[in-house]
């Protein structure tokens, strides 16, 4: 079994940053996509950044340019920086992994809550 644990979230003024991270744990062989998703209230959930075990990026438009998703894979963790943040940046952010352990699945953390104020 596999298990993703987050953490980093909390409340930050708008113009601030903030750094969360997720580590999975269990039997883990590989792990070929880690992303970060975001659900506002109301909203459907949206992937914000994700990156693959050749080190290649994605980034929705709206962080694009202020944010950087990085990864370990020695810990089998993950990494989003996020700058400027502002209001519309308020969501409950959760991690995402593609796991071999061997059998490949999907994985999902249990969500950090990030709150911007204006």
């Known amino acids: 079994q596999v298990q993703l644990v987050e953490s980093g979230g909390g409340l930050v003024q708008a113009g601030g940053s903030l750094s969360l991270s997720c580590a999975a744990s269990g039997s883990i062989k590989s792990i070929i996509v880690m992303a970060w998703y975001r659900q506002a209230p109301g909203n459907e959930r949206e992937l914000v950044a994700s990156?693959?075990?050749?080190?290649?990026?994605n980034y929705a438009d709206s962080v694009k340019g202020r944010s950087t998703i990085s990864r370990d894979n020695a810990k089998n963790t993950v990494y989003l920086q996020m700058n400027s943040l502002n209001p519309e940046d308020t969501a409950v952010y959760y991690c995402?992994?593609?796991?071999?352990?061997?059998?490949?699945?999907?994985?999902w953390g249990q969500g950090t809550q990030v709150t911007v104020s204006s």
């Open positions: 990156i693959t075990s050749a080190g290649s990026t």
């Open positions: 995402k992994m593609s796991v071999s352990s061997p059998r490949w699945g999907t994985y």
